[in-house]
């Protein structure tokens, strides 16, 4: 099946810095892919809709200038978490959609654990 | 407000047993459907997807779709403890490339 990684698998940092969380797909071309977050014993949340060479599409509620969106290639994207703030702590996880064989299936990264102090 | 519904349980079985995992949609121009597996710390994996009216059997699992009473269903056969895990009931929105997911059903498989 598809692979998608995701850097790093856990972080920790101080209120008020910024991180940076990549998602890669490995084994094919992602004109898609998508960020959640996920809260302890809650389900999936979809944050944003990143396509590559285009601006991402927020959920509402979401603060895109907040959370900073990236799709610089078909096997890139990032998320970066700016000024975070110990509420931002959470469970993300990106997904891809490929470009062909696995039309309209997501595979999912396995997680970045954030941790604000 | 488009919506999945699923019994959060925890849904008890013993080593052996069918575990039958329900879930039902709200939006009837809704296409594909999809079962994902969720370990706890564990980002999910896809199971099974089925996109037409019937069952889909894949080993262990299978997969069943009615449309017309919005309901799809997984079915584990022979369940191990290996199978304890939260499944996620995922929708693909008719017209959307967005997945809604249902808040997932806890599955214990007791030795």
């Known amino acids: 099946g598809a692979v998608v990684s995701q850097h790093p698998s856990r972080v920790i940092c101080k209120s008020g810095t910024s991180v940076k969380i990549e998602c890669r797909s490995l084994d094919f071309q992602a004109t898609t892919m998508f960020w959640y977050r996920q809260f302890p014993k809650q389900s999936l949340m979809l944050m944003a809709t990143s396509n590559e060479g285009s601006k991402a599409t927020y959920e509402q509620g979401v603060e895109k200038d907040k959370f900073l969106i990236n799709h610089a290639s078909l096997t890139l994207s990032t998320l970066t978490v700016t000024s975070a703030h110990p509420e931002d702590s959470s469970f993300y996880i990106c997904?891809?959609?490929?470009?062909?064989?696995?039309?309209?299936?997501?595979?999912f990264g396995p997680g970045t654990r954030l941790l604000v102090l | 407000q488009k919506e999945v519904e699923q019994n959060s349980g925890p849904l008890s079985v013993p080593e052996g047993a069918i575990a039958s995992l329900n879930c039902t949609y709200s939006?009837?121009?809704?296409?594909?459907f999809f079962w994902y597996r969720q370990y706890s710390g564990k980002s999910p994996e896809l199971i099974m997807s089925i996109y037409s009216n019937g069952d889909k059997e894949d080993g262990r699992f299978t997969a069943q779709l009615n449309k017309a009473s919005q309901y799809v269903s997984l079915l584990i056969r022979d369940s191990q403890p290996s199978d304890s895990a939260t499944y996620l009931c995922?929708?693909?929105?008719?017209?959307?490339?967005?997945?809604?997911f249902g808040k997932g059903t806890k599955l214990t498989v007791n030795p």
């Open positions: 997904s891809a959609r490929g470009s062909s064989g696995a039309v309209e299936t997501q595979y």
């Open positions: 995922a929708v693909l929105q008719g017209g959307s490339e967005k997945l809604v």
């Open positions: 939006d009837r121009g809704s296409q594909s």
